[in-house]
């Protein structure tokens, strides 16, 4: 490997030596406590917003987060190492995570993984040598029906391959404007940091919401007529003390019990399913020679 990590270093000690955070940081620290009843509740985002400025979690950022909230620097370095999306060196401009939990990495996660590593010329949790891009294997995107899933700065890049990854990260480097798959173009890591502390870049309602596999389920509920009980439905089921299905019978079925009417419901599910792929352009990407998702122009 050819980049060169930055060890980090122990809270309160080392980078703590830094110049202090700038008095607008200082200023924005003390307005996000102010937001909460219980000011020490603001410390996730004020960690987010040291990382804005500092670009990780520096032992000067530590000493800030303490001083305001009365906290003690071990309390904040806790919190700061506990957490992985606060970093304790420095990241690059895109933070491009990999997801190699199970779903991910049998549709390719760990394929994808290995040739970034190969491609970047890094290992995991490293930096290229320009500064451009941090690579990192994560547990779970959460976003599992779009598996292989590849995250920058938390935008989603859905069902992707070796290849797409590989075009995706090159588009990064070179400063292509890049649109996530679900989600609003990609803005640097820095940038999408100060989003998390809670300063909005009005960029909420850019781009695609939800996709494909998301809205299936919602379709057949629609097609199929079901709908979730009232609160008052719901209550007066759950009065029997039965769970979902423990020979509870359904008061919209005069002639047999949820069990058997559940497992009719599953079986039309299971069809309209069918149908609904049946019926769809849509094809998943192929993991030979497939272009990046979300490569039209924004």
């Not at 003690?72 to 990999?98: E, I, L, N, Q």
């Not at 797409?164 to 940038?191: F, I, K, N, Y």
């Not at 005069?254 to 009417?261: L, Q």
Request: glycine letters at 10%.
């Amino acid at each position: 490997m050819t980049s060169v990590q930055p060890q980090p270093s122990a809270p309160g000690s080392g980078d703590a030596a830094l110049p202090p955070l700038p008095e607008q940081t200082m200023a924005e620290l003390v307005e996000l406590a102010a937001r909460y009843p219980q000011p020490r509740s603001a410390l996730l985002p004020m960690l987010h917003l040291v990382q804005s400025v500092e670009g990780y979690v520096t032992g000067a950022g530590i000493e800030a987060c303490a001083e305001v909230l009365g906290l003690s620097t071990a309390d904040v370095a806790g919190v700061a190492t506990f957490y992985t999306m606060y970093k304790r060196r420095p990241v690059g401009d895109y933070h491009v995570g990999v997801c190699t939990n199970t779903l991910c990495a049998v549709m390719g996660g760990d394929a994808i993984f290995e040739r970034l590593k190969d491609h970047l010329d890094v290992g995991n949790d490293e930096t290229t040598e320009d500064g451009r891009i941090t690579l990192e294997h994560v547990e779970c995107n959460a976003a599992c029906d779009y598996a292989p899933v590849v995250m920058v700065n938390w935008e989603f890049f859905d069902q992707q391959t070796p290849d797409s990854a590989v075009g995706l990260v090159d588009r990064l480097r070179s400063g292509e404007e890049v649109a996530a798959t679900r989600g609003a173009r990609v803005c640097t890591w820095r940038e999408a940091e100060r989003v998390l502390a809670g300063f909005p870049d009005d960029r909420a309602d850019e781009g695609v919401g939800a996709g494909e596999p998301t809205l299936l389920g919602l379709r057949i509920a629609r097609d199929r007529g079901w709908t979730a009980p009232t609160p008052e439905q719901a209550a007066e089921l759950d009065s029997s003390g039965t769970g979902p299905g423990e020979g509870r019978a359904d008061p919209s079925d005069s002639g047999g019990t949820a069990p058997y009417r559940r497992a009719d419901q599953e079986t039309r599910v299971q069809e309209s399913a069918a149908e609904t792929r049946d019926a769809s352009d849509r094809t998943p990407p192929s993991h030979e020679g497939a272009t990046a998702a979300g490569e039209e122009d924004a």
